[in-house]
């Protein structure tokens, strides 16, 4: 649960203050404002994200102009820090002190939690007036509605279960082929390291040490394997001699890395690959979106693979807002064309070409999007029909915030203790997974 009544104001406030001052590195300015619309402005529209990268700042500026557009006056509500436990820090906060942005940045269980703290505006209108019941996954729908009803928009689907890699650095260290295998990963990454190279370009957060555990513990062990343990929650799984190998690949991966991973934004490791100074990244394509604000072509430039053995799995991360109970009709009427905007079809294809991920309105045209983008559109729908489809953790699809919270802990401890046993790695996350 939130527990939004055990959060003191001041403590919140003295968060809020930490995490607004952080600032992402390196992360360009968003793309110019286009001019003011020329009707005046009806309300404004205040809208928490996390979305500070190159790539991330360029997609979201798309949805300030269609509101912009519709005449509504964008106030911009960012908090730095991939992954977004900043942002839900400084939430928090807001909400706790009686003033809740219009809109923010929330998706999977955490959705049912706020909306179970009675927060959250109910969408039912707009989404019956655009249909949404039939242009959305039943699986993506699902998660935006709680007691039947609409309390959040989905903006995309991301894959989490990727791998990228800069071709010239493949070349450079006589790579020939993508490894789709772990053992084939690690004989490419002892060719890149020979070569001089970083192997494997690593932020150390726990959220990145989380997304590079869960495509381990999906290509060692597979979809099943990966449903019983990390979204089920199964002791015996959690504890079983998979899990075990799981855990040994996890860390080896690590002699791969660089010594100044330690907290590196994951947008600096996607650079350290379009620098050709790391040969492979484990990140979600919102990674993409840095390649492409980089003017860097898929297949020419660099390459996107299903992370090893995961070819045959879809890892699923879909960002999506809610919006708080707001009295003002005006603010109101904002909220619902913020709603029908994002499940638009002019958002849906501008935003998701610059963010990496793909549409989640179902039947989009996809004839403008890359080869990366179009094979992750054909594995969600083949996975989906197949069983390969799962949640990621990391970002916050599968399991209630406190459980994914402690299990990523104890994911970055065994990352960052090389003495920790793997006995002792694999007793301490099942211990993180039973947290109630
Ligand atoms: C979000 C993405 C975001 C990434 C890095 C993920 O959890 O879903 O939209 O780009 O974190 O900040």
Redesign the pocket.
Known sequence: MLKLSKLTIAVAAVSMMAACGKKEEAAPAAAPAPAPAAAPAQSTVEVLH??T?GG?AKSVAELKRIMQDKGHAWKDFAVAG???DNAMTVLKSRVVAGNPPAAAQI?GPAIQEWASEGVLANLDETAKAENWDTLLPGVVADVMKYNGNYVAAPVNV?RVNWMWANKAVLDKAGVKAVPTTWPEFFAAADKVKKAGLIAVAHGGQN?QDFTTFEDVVLGVGGTQFYQDAMVKLDAKALTSPTMTKSLETFRKIKSYTDAASPGRD?NLATAMVIQEKAAFQFM?D?AK?EFTAAGKVPGTDYICAAAPGTANAFTF?V?SFAMFKLKDATAQKAQADLAAAIMGTEFQEVFNLN?GSIPVRLNMDMAKFDDCAKLSSNDFVATAKAGGLVPSIA??MAVPPAVSGAMKDAVSQFWNDDKMSVADGVKNIAKAAATK
């Open positions: 996390w979305w990268s991330e991939g992954g977004g998706k991301h959220w994951w979600g919102w979106g991360n960002d963010k970002h916050e």
